[in-house]
């Protein structure tokens, strides 16, 4: 299977453990072995680890675990987790695994794109692992974009998750509301309406589109309070912006003068709305 986007260093790492997987693995004491404590991903199918588990009593593990030394002894965990789980869960003591010099860099970067690949991660545990590389390693979202094989906005907007009230992000955890969701809920007003409108769309079984309409809905003008010519252009213009501009505008003023506030998620997001108004 052809990788991409992942860069010289975990692409040769990925082409040699291939080659190991094959031909060079070693067996190592579960008891050896250690998690990664940066695992991206955080949930784990209870039902789905049984079944893995009664297949691995019955037939091994098929594919070896990938790992790395430890300056202390035994290993941590790169890739593989399920399977390392499953293993103990059916009582295995010893499991085949590929050893594998790597940074703490490198193995962030691995861990990641092996969840993003086989679709394992939350939009949560996504968003939170391409932080981490940031956070962690100075990288850039040009350069977190590349190494996962994903474009920049598309790590933009999964960062912005992160910015969602924590009742919401949990709710988006657990699946009852999508991604799609979660992205639509960043263009209410305030923490409070998004909260509210979250509760709607999870009791409503809302779809994105629904909540699209509500969020429309919210920012418009409020009937039941006057306003002037004005400021009712003003909330137009407003309303135009978020949805041209897909994040939070507020616009201000009287008839001379007025402010026009744009949300942004650092540098390299103000970049790209800088292009939207012929800037590079």
């Not at 190991?20 to 008891?31: C, F, G, M, P």
């Not at 993003?116 to 939009?123: F, G, N, S, V």
């Amino acid at each position: 299977m052809k990788k991409r986007g992942l860069g010289k260093g975990l692409d040769a790492i990925f082409a040699e453990n291939d080659m190991e997987d094959r031909n060079h693995s070693v067996t190592l004491q579960i008891r050896d072995i250690e998690p990664n404590r940066d695992q991206p991903r955080k949930e784990f199918s209870e039902e789905a680890l049984q079944d893995l588990a009664e297949s691995i009593a019955q037939h091994g593990v098929l594919q070896p675990l990938l790992v790395r030394p430890l300056l202390d002894g035994g290993y941590q965990l790169v890739a593989g987790e399920r399977r390392w789980r499953a293993a103990r869960i059916a009582g295995l003591t010893e499991v085949p695994a590929v050893i594998r010099e790597m940074s703490d860099h490198e193995m962030a970067e691995l861990a990641l794109v092996e969840n993003l690949q086989r679709e394992d991660l939350t939009p949560l545990e996504e968003a939170e692992g391409y932080q981490l590389l940031i956070d962690t390693y100075g990288m850039t979202q040009e350069e977190v974009a590349k190494a996962v094989g994903k474009s920049r906005p598309a790590v933009t907007n999964a960062l912005r998750l992160l910015g969602l009230p924590e009742e919401v992000r949990d709710m988006v955890s657990a699946g009852i509301l999508t991604a799609g969701h979660a992205r639509t809920l960043l263009a209410f007003e305030n923490e409070e309406e998004i909260i509210e409108a979250a509760k709607q769309a999870a009791e409503r079984g809302m779809t994105v589109r629904d909540l699209e309409a509500m969020a429309k809905r919210a920012a418009a003008p409020k009937k039941e309070k006057p306003r002037s010519q004005r400021s009712r252009y003003f909330e137009e213009a407003e309303l135009a912006l978020k949805e041209q501009l897909g994040r939070r505008v507020t616009v201000t003023g009287t008839a001379k003068k007025g402010v026009l506030q744009i949300e942004f998620y650092g540098e390299e997001d103000l970049q790209d709305l800088l292009k939207n108004f012929g800037k590079e």
